[in-house]
């Protein structure tokens, strides 16, 4: 517990309000070549407003700037469905490697083979862990894959003759599920669950309009859906294909592979599962998997590999296009790469094993003080509510205290199913010590909302700021400096 | 493992407390039908050394652009990036932090994007940009969502055929089903052609897209396409792909664009293979309701004291699911943060020299290849950093000839541009030398002996 100390804050102007005229903090070469200026009535005035700071004032403003984060680094980070592992250092040595951070994406492929093979040895990787034959790297993020997998599921029914316009979505599902599916054209039919997807809620939705259903495996409960293969079966039964959203992957390697099990599509998330960094919101990177029969409507250009030469394939024509320019976030792939050789199959199958004990723990240590609304046996993360907190105390204010005691929150209001949702995902490389701290503080705030609620009312009193007013920002929007 | 701190003493531990015998245990939930019944059948752990050495071996057979004389670009952009850029971001309270949803202790990530809004603002002459995108192509098809989603009913999109081939295909695949037209305006000289838009125009386009500079490298005159545009109630859509030319030329925003978009990666980020970059994405004050992805906003604590949070979220996924603005959740924070430094590190005067001297090097490269016997410069007017060039011989056994003296001598157009089968784009940057610059020019020369 981090709650004694009083650390220094210092304070930190914006860039704009430092900035002093002609002071300057670059280094340019000098021109080797006759200086040349377009022509006058296309040039524009100087930048108004546009710093002017040395190198040292940059310097300085950046690293007080980051005095007032917290990361995974910084402590204990139990946001629930982001699976905020630590990021192994050597990945960010290995993505800096001037062999890959330093080549452009036009050089001919023959030029590139390094990048290449790593792409295809990740492809093959993923496949291994996810059971899907066919994969696409080129996704920016989890919601772009879900954007694409959908895109490709809409393919294959029109490649079929079908014009299927619906997609169930359970009311359990992240936001960005209905919005992915929406932004393919398709209308969404949210279905009602108990904790757990039931195969008659399903079956009283399914029709021959349905193209998909998407589903989140372990659900944002961290329950497994224990009738997965079986919906599968129903929902392939009436033509229609499953989406698996892969955010929480984490629970399932080396224990039960998506792929294997009637799932038809999934994204993962490299920057949850596969430990790089969430960069205060990106970038991450969202491969998709497939099965066999979606494998010509992959994003184009794909990778083929010939003899140990590798190539990217343009000729596809019933690709779903492309999502971004290039090839992916090729310098998250680097990461997520030596992760895996890191690991190995077998560290991969602990570091499940190690999350669900983590996540369990958790749950042992604080049931009974929090409400727990679902007793099914819970994977890699806990659900608690806001339903044992008295004294007017709600999750946010929990949350806010939490910071006082050194800690990121866990993940709050999400999902939407459970009232005042506290979603605590620990992750597989937080020790037995942090986790014991940090039980110890929830149950110290627990006794608090019981005898001081003003304690957290008023939290955080140890952060930079205290409690923000939100509703002000959104009322008055102030977007940008002056 | 060094990424697992378990003992196993604290193992039998836990599960003491959880009330199971075993790790197996906790997996009760997941049916026997479902499990994988083998181990994964991966190679074993490696240790740091061993990874690194094979990683290495992997980066070594890549055409790095420290060691060939690179005159690519195409939408990536070969620039300097200063050690302090690399240096800050490595940080990792900032890269090591997730998005900022609890304000109070991400205060860091916050203010940087406030300012990275600003500048970019400031670049593109807009009143609102926000925290970023993936990229400059998935940017420009999320500008052209913002445009149907406000254009009312109007269905149609022109698209310059000058735009950056990328971008076009992912608007394409952005909207195949979202009930808009795709429409291409045809090309003269290397710029949109004017007369033609002019006619392509009217009520029913929600938005014309045009790039600047082009993807020839050519300065489009936005100024008259603004007028077309606005003529007939559309939104102009400005994409800048090689955002460096807007510290020198005239910002979309004065020139009458509604929405700026692009991408960033010339501000400090390396280039990776082409990824991550980051899109950048701003808009007059009346679409600002309609703008897709985060958004900080200034406001106060408590005791009245300066601070940012992610606002006007009621756009978004989370809260408005399948009626939101666009799916996306994240924005590119670390790329975000690069942008930012680098752009800081610059200000107001070395962003204006840095693109002099990209605007007089690639001049100079223009006119010595100009005089080449058998070599031509295809399009007149400005240009930056890139453009293009008719080769006397065919472009791929000429970029061939030129990697066999470690040159990377540009892009060929033949694919995307069928009507420019001896094409070869060009891109020159500060990182270009002149005795790089002459070093290509003789090596094209050579071909002609």
């Given at each position: 517990?981090?709650?004694?100390?009083?650390?220094?804050v210092?304070?930190?102007?914006?860039l704009f309000e430092?900035s002093q005229?002609?002071r300057i903090g670059y280094s340019i070469?000098e021109l080797?070549?006759?200086?040349?200026?377009?022509q006058?009535?296309?040039?524009?005035?100087?930048i108004?407003?546009?710093?002017?700071l040395s190198?040292?004032?940059?310097v300085?403003?950046?690293t007080r700037l980051?005095?007032w984060?917290?990361g995974?680094?910084?402590?204990?980070?139990?946001?629930g469905s982001?699976t905020?592992?630590?990021?192994?250092k050597?990945?960010?040595?290995?993505?800096?490697l001037p062999?890959?951070a330093g080549?452009?994406?036009q050089t001919p492929?023959?030029?590139?083979?390094g990048?290449l093979e790593?792409?295809y040895q990740l492809q093959?990787?993923l496949?291994?862990?996810s059971g899907?034959?066919c994969?696409t790297?080129?996704?920016a993020a989890?919601a772009?894959?879900e954007?694409t997998?959908?895109?490709?599921?809409?393919?294959?029914?029109?490649a079929?003759g079908?014009?299927r316009h619906k997609?169930i979505?359970?009311?359990t599902a992240?936001?960005?599920?209905?919005?992915s599916?929406a932004l393919?054209?398709f209308?969404v039919?949210?279905v009602?669950t108990d904790?757990?997807?039931?195969?008659?809620?399903?079956?009283a939705v399914?029709d021959?309009?349905?193209?998909?259903?998407?589903?989140?495996?372990?659900?944002?409960?961290?329950l497994f859906?224990k009738?997965?293969?079986?919906?599968?079966?129903?929902v392939?039964a009436?033509?229609?294909?499953?989406y698996?959203?892969?955010?929480n992957?984490?629970?399932?390697?080396?224990?039960s592979?998506?792929?294997d099990?009637?799932?038809d599509v999934?994204?993962?998330?490299?920057h949850?599962?596969?430990?790089?960094?969430?960069g205060?919101?990106g970038?991450?990177?969202?491969?998709?998997?497939?099965?066999?029969k979606?494998e010509?409507f992959?994003p184009?250009?794909?990778?083929?590999?010939n003899q140990?030469q590798y190539a990217?394939?343009?000729e596809?024509?019933q690709?779903?296009?492309?999502?971004?320019s290039?090839?992916g976030h090729?310098?998250?792939l680097?990461?997520?790469y030596?992760?895996?050789?890191?690991?190995?199959?077998?560290g991969l199958?602990?570091?499940?094993q190690l999350?669900?004990?983590?996540?369990?723990?958790i749950?042992a240590?604080?049931?009974?003080?929090?409400?727990l609304p679902?007793?099914?046996?819970s994977?890699?993360?806990?659900?608690?509510?806001?339903?044992?907190?008295g004294?007017g105390?709600h999750t946010l204010d929990v949350?806010?205290r939490?910071?006082?005691y050194g800690?990121h929150?866990p993940?709050i209001?999400?999902?939407?199913?459970?009232?005042g949702?506290?979603?605590?995902?620990?992750?597989e490389?937080?020790s037995?010590?942090v986790i014991?701290?940090?039980c110890e503080?929830?149950?110290?705030?627990a006794?608090?909302?019981e005898q001081?609620?003003e304690?957290?009312h008023?939290?955080p009193?140890?952060?930079r700021?205290?409690?923000?007013?939100?509703?002000?920002?959104?009322?008055?929007p102030?977007?940008r400096w002056? | 493992m060094?990424?697992?701190?378990h003992?196993?003493?604290?193992?039998q531990?836990?599960?003491?407390t959880?009330g199971?015998?075993?790790?197996?245990?906790?997996f009760?939930?997941?049916?026997?039908?479902c499990?994988l019944q083998?181990?994964?059948n991966?190679?074993?752990?490696k240790?740091?050394?061993e990874a690194?050495?094979?990683?290495g071996?992997?980066?070594?057979?890549?055409a790095c652009?420290d060691q060939?004389?690179t005159?690519?670009?195409?939408?990536?952009?070969?620039?300097?990036?200063?050690?302090?850029?690399?240096?800050?971001?490595?940080r990792s309270?900032?890269?090591?932090?997730?998005t900022p949803y609890?304000?109070?202790i991400?205060?860091g990530?916050?203010?940087?994007?406030?300012?990275f809004q600003?500048?970019?603002?400031q670049l593109?002459?807009?009143?609102?940009?926000?925290?970023?995108?993936y990229?400059g192509g998935s940017?420009?098809?999320e500008?052209?969502?913002?445009?149907?989603?406000?254009?009312?009913?109007?269905?149609?999109?022109?698209?310059?055929g000058a735009?950056?081939?990328?971008y076009r295909?992912?608007?394409?695949?952005y909207?195949?089903?979202?009930?808009?037209?795709?429409?291409?305006?045809?090309v003269?000289a290397?710029h949109?052609?004017?007369k033609a838009?002019?006619s392509?125009?009217d009520?029913n386009?929600a938005a014309v897209?045009v790039?600047?500079?082009?993807?020839?490298?050519?300065?489009e005159d936005?100024?008259?396409?603004?007028?077309?545009?606005g003529?007939?109630?559309a939104?102009?859509?400005?994409?800048?792909?090689?955002?460096?030319?807007l510290a020198?030329?005239?910002s979309?925003?004065?020139?009458?664009?509604?929405v700026?978009v692009?991408?960033?990666?010339?501000f400090g980020?390396?280039l990776?293979?082409g990824?991550?970059?980051?899109?950048?994405?701003?808009?007059?004050n009346r679409?600002m309701r309609?703008l897709?992805?985060?958004?900080?906003g200034?406001t106060?604590?408590l005791?009245?004291?300066?601070?940012?949070?992610?606002?006007?979220?009621t756009r978004?996924?989370h809260?408005?699911?399948e009626?939101?603005?666009?799916?996306i959740?994240?924005n590119?924070?670390?790329?975000t943060l690069m942008?930012?430094?680098y752009?800081?590190?610059?200000?107001k005067?070395?962003?204006r020299?840095?693109?002099?001297?990209?605007?007089?090097k690639?001049a100079?490269?223009k006119?010595?290849?100009?005089a080449?016997t058998?070599?031509?410069?295809?399009f007149?007017?400005?240009?930056?950093?890139e453009?293009?060039?008719?080769c006397p011989e065919?472009?791929a056994a000429?970029?061939?000839?030129?990697?066999?003296?470690?040159i990377?001598?540009?892009?060929a157009l033949?694919r995307?541009f069928p009507?420019?089968?001896?094409?070869?784009l060009?891109?020159?940057?500060?990182?270009?030398?002149?005795?790089?610059?002459?070093?290509?020019?003789?090596a094209?020369a050579g071909g002609?002996a």
């Open positions: 517990m981090n709650t004694d100390g009083r650390g220094l210092l304070d930190e102007k914006l430092q005229p002609d070469s080797d070549v006759p200086s040349a200026t377009p006058d009535n296309l040039l524009r005035d100087e108004e407003g546009f710093p002017e190198e040292v004032d940059v300085r403003h950046y980051s005095s984060n917290y995974v680094d910084s402590g204990f980070y139990p946001l982001c905020m592992k630590y990021n192994p050597v990945n960010e040595a290995a993505a800096r062999g890959f080549i452009h994406p492929e023959a030029l590139n083979q990048a790593l792409m093959q990787a496949g291994e862990v899907f034959p994969l790297l080129q996704p989890g772009q894959g954007f997998g959908m895109l490709m599921i809409r393919a294959w029914h029109e079929n079908q014009k997609v979505i359970p009311d992240h936001g960005t599920n209905p919005a599916a393919c054209g209308e039919v949210t009602a904790g757990m997807l039931s195969k008659e809620a399903v079956a399914l021959d309009e349905v193209a998909a259903l998407m589903v989140t495996n372990p659900n944002t409960l961290g859906e009738d997965i293969r079986e919906i599968c079966e129903l392939h009436h033509g229609g294909l499953v698996c959203d892969g955010a992957l984490n629970a399932l390697m080396g224990i592979r998506p792929g099990i009637g799932i999934m994204h993962f998330n490299l949850k599962t596969f430990s790089t960094p969430h205060g919101g970038p991450g990177a969202g491969p998709v998997g497939v099965v066999e979606l010509p992959l184009c250009p794909v990778i083929v590999e140990g990217f394939d343009y596809r024509p690709s779903i296009g492309r999502v971004q290039f090839y090729f310098g998250i680097v990461r997520a030596s992760y895996i050789l890191a690991m190995g199959g077998e199958k602990r570091a499940t999350a669900v004990l983590n996540a369990n723990y749950r240590r604080l049931e009974g003080v929090y409400d679902n007793p099914q046996r994977l890699h993360e806990v659900v608690f509510s806001e339903a044992a907190l004294n105390c949350a806010k939490l910071i006082d800690y929150p993940t209001y999400f999902p939407l199913v459970v009232r949702a506290l979603m605590i995902e620990p992750t490389t937080e037995k010590q014991d701290e940090f503080a929830m149950l110290a705030i006794r608090e909302a001081e609620p304690k957290l008023n939290a009193t140890r952060a700021v205290r409690r923000l007013d939100e509703a002000a920002a959104a009322r008055k102030k977007l002056m | 060094r990424y697992l701190p003992t196993d003493a604290e193992i531990d836990m599960l003491g959880i199971v015998g075993s790790i197996d245990e906790l009760s939930g997941i049916p026997q039908n499990r083998r181990d994964l991966l190679p074993a752990a240790s740091e050394a690194m050495a094979l990683l071996k992997l980066a070594a057979k890549n652009s060939w004389d005159f690519l670009g195409g939408g990536a952009y070969n620039h300097f990036s200063p050690a302090v850029v690399d240096h800050l971001v490595s309270e900032f890269y090591t932090a997730y609890q304000p109070e991400s205060q990530t916050l203010q940087a994007i406030f300012e600003t500048m970019i603002c593109t002459g807009m009143d609102v940009a926000n925290a970023s995108m990229d940017a420009c098809a500008a052209v969502l913002l445009a149907v989603r406000t254009g009312r009913k109007r269905r149609r999109i022109l698209l310059s735009l950056n081939p990328q295909q992912t608007v394409a695949t909207c195949q089903h979202l009930d808009v037209e795709l429409v291409q305006v045809p003269a290397g949109t052609d004017l838009l002019e392509m125009v009520d386009v897209v790039g600047y500079p082009n993807y020839f490298g050519q300065i936005l100024a008259a396409i603004a007028k077309l545009t003529a007939a109630g939104r102009l859509i400005a994409a800048v792909a090689e955002p460096l030319a020198l030329f005239k979309p925003g004065e020139l009458g664009a509604d700026v692009g991408e960033g990666q010339s980020i390396p990776s293979y990824g991550p970059g980051i899109g950048f994405f701003a808009v007059k679409d309609a897709p992805g985060r958004l900080v200034e106060v604590d005791d009245g004291k300066r601070g940012f949070v992610l606002t006007l979220a978004e996924q809260i408005r699911r009626k939101a603005t666009s799916n959740c994240s590119q924070g670390m790329c942008v930012g430094i752009l800081a590190l610059h200000g005067q070395g962003l020299k840095l693109a002099q001297v990209n605007y007089a690639a100079y490269a006119a010595q290849i100009a080449l058998g070599f031509e410069i295809a007149a007017g400005e240009h930056f950093n453009f293009v060039v008719l065919p472009v000429l970029k061939t000839r030129l990697e066999q003296e470690q990377l001598g540009g892009i033949g995307d009507e420019l089968p001896n094409g070869l060009v891109c020159v940057t500060e990182q270009n030398s002149r005795e790089q610059i002459d070093r290509l020019v003789n094209l002609q």
